[in-house]
């Protein structure tokens, strides 16, 4: 690997001592694919992390927030402290790939590349120990349970930043699509928030043959779904975005009886914290209000699990002009679309000031969360010499 990649390294302007052991991120990142964990159980991967971090002489901490791990290194006099985040968590998908790491779990692969968002914040923190080129505090934050339940709100709620104080903070994800050595990074609203949403309408069941005798749940829900696709269309600026997408219908086990109670279910999307209000809302006033009129009632359950991924202009400014430094200012986007899809570190974003940057994973590279998704190894040390340079510029010494 180490030998198809210096000629690119070198143009990348990627320090030496990190070309120096990029064949042992590959290492590392197969290693932990290859040991994929779910979200609060990962942990083989903290322990790994860990032990990475002593051996870089870190000052380590564990289980915060669950399986979370956080190193701190320090050097010089500065009291400013940036925070560096990855996420260590795996998909409960089965891996379809056939090369030598493929997940050794069943039913459990690095599908979304969190095995490479690990590796690069390690190799980070190693040439940061390194080399010592800057004055201050960082803290790598290795948090767990980023798919969804709620990992950087445990590790906040655990004292996060209380125990860890960041002036500011930094997260990167690959992204496939995206050629190898670009990045790409919006100043504002970059990823939506997500919500999910359950809406239970009870009614009167009956036999098929005498629907008078009913109160029929299931023409009340049909009619809930439909209606809940004028929020976005009626309620939204048209230059704003959202999404309402109904994903499950649940109602009856017969065919020859009406239910008493029928359920549907899914997931919303905005790109701000007011966008999600007002599907919810909506949301709300469209289900009781239908229900009303077919004599039902209904109950609707809206948990928004991501924020908005907002980042704030200095600290965007900032990044991308590191990747600029890195990979030239024809390869760094710094107005890149929105992204419908969501991210934990925005829960982060509200606490502290900070940016989230996409990677490039490679243009051919497979989705994330499919069954044929691999990180790609190429871009490892160009994640860590990133996280690098955002420390060596904000804690200049």
Known sequence: ILRELLPRLDRM??????????????????????HPELGFKESRTANFVARQLESFGCEVHTEIGGTGVVGVLRSGQKNRSIGLRADIDALPIHEENAFDHCSSHDGVMHACGHDGHTTMLLGAARYLAQTQQFDGTVHFIFQPAEEGLGGALAMISDGLFDQFPCDSIYGMHNWPSMPTGQFGIKNGPLLAGGALFDITVHGQGAHGAFPHHSKDPVLAASEIVVSLQRIVARQFNPLEAGVVSVTMFKAGDAYNVIPKTSVVGGTARAFSREGLDVIEEEMQRIAKGVAAAHGVTAVCDFRVTFAPTINAEREAGMIADAASELVGESNVERNHHLISGSEDFSFMLENRPGAFILIGNGEDASPVHTPTYDFNDEILPLGSALFARVIERELDS
Not at 13 to 19: M, T
Not at 22 to 31: G, K, V
């Open 13 to 34: 302007n990627i320090p030496k001592e990190i070309q120096g052991f990029a064949d042992e991120l590959a290492d590392w990142r197969r290693d932990i694919h290859r």
